[in-house]
């Protein structure tokens, strides 16, 4: 089943960023964008991800074109449907790491799951305060999170920059688990490489075009 359908994507800021980029995700698949910095990686993501609208071209996400969703239905979509991890964290300062998950968990009617914690190396920490964790943990806690949202496509942008090479591996391992065993989608955002093509299909930005490499 189809989840993404972007067709003829363009976007400028005060330069031609990119345009006529198409993109297609099913279930099951990861797709990785790579290119240098400036290229328009995070931007593409922010326009797919719907934080951003293209200056032209068309966004289908579960079969809804996005342009023509009442502003509620594409909160709901959001909230429900879509997980977005950064290398920021975006985490609530004043809370417990477990207070985090928990508006995550209320939010999407999903619970939280002590095998996921474990997994990621947070179940030791997890009720302490935000500000009292590592940034490596910080992003473990905000990859719990998403997850625990049970979203149906996983953005990352540098989803393991703070992480260990190790963590990193083990954090992408648990990405694609996902994907595979909920029927999901993942796009992923980073200039490493060797990350890069773990996933299924990678593709390049080269000169405001995205070329497929893999």
Do not use: W
């Amino acid at each position: 089943m189809n989840l993404l359908h972007a067709k003829n994507l363009s976007h400028t800021f005060e330069y031609k960023l990119f345009e006529d980029v198409s993109l297609e995700l099913n279930e099951q698949d990861s797709i990785a964008i790579i290119g240098i910095s400036g290229s328009g990686k995070s931007t593409l993501l922010h326009i797919l991800s719907t934080l951003l609208k293209p200056d032209y071209g068309e966004l289908v996400l579960f079969g809804k074109e996005t342009s023509k969703l009442s502003k509620k239905d594409l909160v709901k979509i959001k909230r429900d449907d879509l997980g977005l991890v950064f290398q920021s964290h975006y985490l609530f300062k004043g809370f417990s790491a477990y207070e985090n998950l928990e508006v995550a968990a209320m939010l999407s009617h999903q619970d939280i799951e002590e095998a996921l914690l474990n997994r990621l190396g947070i179940y030791e920490c997890i009720h302490q305060k935000v500000t009292e964790l590592s940034g490596g943990q910080q992003q473990r806690v905000s990859i719990a999170r998403v997850l625990t949202k049970k979203p149906r496509i996983i953005f990352a942008d540098e989803p393991t920059g703070n992480l260990d090479k190790k963590t990193a591996s083990e954090v992408m391992n648990l990405f694609f688990e996902y994907v595979e065993k909920n029927n999901a989608g993942l796009i992923l955002v980073t200039h490493d490489e060797a990350l890069a093509y773990e996933c299924k299909k990678v593709f390049r930005f080269e000169n405001k075009e995205l070329v497929r490499v893999k």
